[in-house]
């Protein structure tokens, strides 16, 4: 994975939002998940089709981060979603 991936989301979560985190539920795993901070921006920028690159200029735009840490970050987010299957 790398900017020039799409992301695109691969099922749909249930998800609520509590006190500024996302709990979101897998009822076909039975697991459940919570986000917050960037990761909470990172989902919902996923849930319509863009690239990690966009990702990354949306969050340095929202954070004061460098851009590495920024894109180590997104792109370590990303791969535990994939790795749930969340996303392709």
């Known amino acids: 994975m790398d900017r020039t991936t799409t992301i695109r989301m691969k099922k ?24 917050k901070g ?3 921006d990172i989902w919902d920028l996923i849930q319509n089709e863009i690239t990690v ?3 990354i200029t949306h969050l340095l735009s929202e ?3 460098s851009e590495e840490e920024c894109e180590a970050s997104v792109l370590a987010f990303l791969q535990r979603m994939k790795d749930l299957d969340f996303i392709f």
């Open 12 to 35: 749909k979560l249930n998800v609520t939002d509590l006190a500024g985190e996302k709990v979101m539920i897998d009822f076909e795993s039975g697991k459940y998940f919570m986000i």
């Open 63 to 65: 954070y004061e981060v």
């Open 38 to 40: 960037s990761g909470n």
């Open 53 to 55: 690159g966009e990702i």
